[in-house]
């Protein structure tokens, strides 16, 4: 995949050789030198990652890193630092700092890829998030930053077959209030990972009891499991392992030997994102159904109705369907004599009504007051459209709400082959209606292209 890489770096000739070595892979890239000015680039370009130097003049990367994190139009973008230290707490301190990897150099170039392939489809589904956060915040959702979100009673499933290893890592995770459940073969684990949610997945390579890679595999492809993050656990010796299970989508590697504040810290960032996107999942979510569905009856809502039909007149495989607007009425005088509620209890009334004798693939919406929406797919007889809003008008009227309250409802039909303009079939539905108000009120008229305005049934006015 192609993507914006900006490197930072005051030495010149390893920027250059950075440069010219991502450039063969096909990302556009750009160098600077002067670390102060990754601010403003940083801004302006919206790069995919940013690889970060420590040492420089002036501010060092630590100090940049935490600038880019806490900007709002730059805390997103992934930033890996580079350096020539190789002692732990320099690498905890970069952590520490926001940076969603580091790496010393030498630089093993083929990790480095590995690496920028998976944060890069991270980065990608992050914009996505990024997108739906603001969706929700716009439909007024709090939406929380994923520095808040709380860790506590996080479950992770460690698969790891050295116990001793495995007892330290639970113990180092436990001290923060996470749940570890250690799995030493890959099929029990995969088994566990399914059955059970995981807010993070730790595997060592050094497996055993079977193929790491299988596992990684699994996990991806399974729905319960693709978004949970997965942390590998590498000895020095298995490079071309640890490169092959990022390829296959593990979200991110820890060295051996055991550094507990690295892991902690790198368990403790992926555990609070996906807290974070989870919530936001169900925010969004709900979010999305209360825009589309009415809040009274339950049905879809005139927003989804508009874009429903806009999608299906304008497919030419739509075929011949029916649009039904039905109106309840002298709703009005229901109100005024009866009360709201009565009313309310009508509305609800007359949309399970519809529900009942509707098949699940037709569109049932409540269109706005005490008027709905019937949208009849894959139409060979037009007068099946006329049966079924005869058989709707007769149920109505048969309903009990309450002791004196008689409710009928007019039906106007219209009947269209996409493709077809949706304002158009509104508006033929619409003077149907209208038609069988004006000719008593409890009837069924049809009008649509080809059928003039007909009277299908005439009873009695409500």
Known sequence: MTARILVVDDVSPFARMLESGLATEY???????VGCDALAIAHDWQPDVILLDIMMPGMDGYEICRMLKAGRSTAHIPVILITGLQNSPDRWRGLSSGADDFMSKPIEYGILLARLRGIIRFKRLMDQWRARDETAAALGFRVERPDDTSIADARVL????LASRAARISAVLA???MVVVPSGADRDADDSADDDGFDLIVISLSLLDGDPLRLVARLRASAATQDTPVLLLAEPDERDTLISALDLGATDCLMLPLDENELLLRASNHIRRKRHHDRLRVDVGSALHMAVIDPLTQLYNRRYVHSYLDRLCADPLGGTFAMLMLDVDRFKAINDRFGHTVGDNVLQGVADTLRTHLRQ???????GGEEFIVIITALDDPGVAIAVAEK???????MTVAPGVMVTASIGVTIAQAPVVAAELIDLADAALYDAKRNGRNQVMLHGPGYGPSLHRKERPA
């Open 27 to 33: 990302y556009e890239v750009k160098a600077i030198s």
């Open 392 to 398: 709707l008008r007769g149920a109505i009227e048969a």
């Open 175 to 177: 001290s923060e209030g």
């Open 158 to 161: 460690l698969i790891d077959h």
């Open 361 to 367: 693939s037709d569109l049932l919406a409540r269109f």
